[in-house]
């Protein structure tokens, strides 16, 4: 059973430009939610999105945004990339289900904005 | 202030030392989370505790939710253990985690 897959691992964009990074949630998990993590320092809250919708966000800009796909894999895209957006994205999967559970986390997608 | 805080930042011990390393928060959570982060960037979570204590191998954690206080204690701790340690709190208003600075924690053989 694979766990939370994310893509690509690294990646290097210019100011300007725009990435999108996917996630695909461990088997039997609904929600996934997205963070930054600067170097240093704890990640960040991004969003949440179950059943298709954002269902929650964090205090990011308009230039972040994400997909959910019927299947439960998601995007995330970020748009007029600042060098500030340099991070690790990190992933993260859950069942909404049950109360409390388990949360999986990717390998992280790094990007380096140059 | 931060919702979540650590202690301590970095911490730097020897083969065999016992280890601790606190988590307070300050909002009203419905679970917490240790996390185990190496460097290559990948997480990993080693417990869930919403009251009570856990134990898994020399790990174990402790949560006090009235003092909203958490720890983390590793015991014969070993090189292999270095790693970062974060502290994620869920509120009760949503299913978001709020994380901590993390904890830095290098076992010298």
């Known amino acids: 059973d694979a766990g939370v897959t994310q893509s690509p691992t690294h990646l290097i964009k210019t100011r300007g430009q725009q990435v999108t990074l996917r996630c695909s949630p461990k088997?039997?998990?609904?929600?996934v939610s997205w963070y930054q993590q600067a170097l240093g320092q704890g990640p960040q809250f991004i969003f949440q999105?179950?059943?298709?919708?954002?269902?929650q966000r964090g205090n990011f800009p308009d230039r972040f945004s994400g997909h959910q796909f019927p299947n439960y894999s998601s995007e995330l895209n970020v748009n007029a990339l600042l060098l500030g957006d340099s991070a690790l994205y990190l992933c993260?999967?859950?069942?909404?289900?049950?109360?409390?559970?388990?949360?999986?986390f990717g390998e992280g997608s790094w990007l380096t904005v140059v | 202030k931060n919702e979540v805080e650590q202690s301590p930042q970095n911490l730097t011990a020897q083969e065999g030392e016992f280890i601790t390393i606190n988590c307070s928060y300050s909002v009203g959570i419905s679970a917490l989370h240790w996390l185990q982060q190496h460097p290559g960037g990948g997480i990993v979570s080693l417990f869930m505790l919403s009251s009570g204590k856990k134990k898994h191998g020399r790990l174990i954690a402790t949560i006090n939710i009235q003092e909203k206080h958490s720890s983390l204690h590793i015991t014969a701790s070993h090189p292999r253990d270095s790693a970062v340690y974060i502290c994620?709190?869920?509120?009760?208003?949503?299913?978001?985690?709020?994380f901590g600075e993390g904890t830095q924690l290098t076992v010298n053989p």
């Open positions: 088997s039997g998990h609904d929600t």
């Open positions: 993260a999967s859950s069942f909404t289900g049950a109360f409390g559970n388990t949360i999986y």
């Open positions: 994620a709190v869920r509120s009760t208003s949503g299913s978001r985690l709020t």
């Open positions: 999105y179950y059943e298709e919708e954002e269902r």
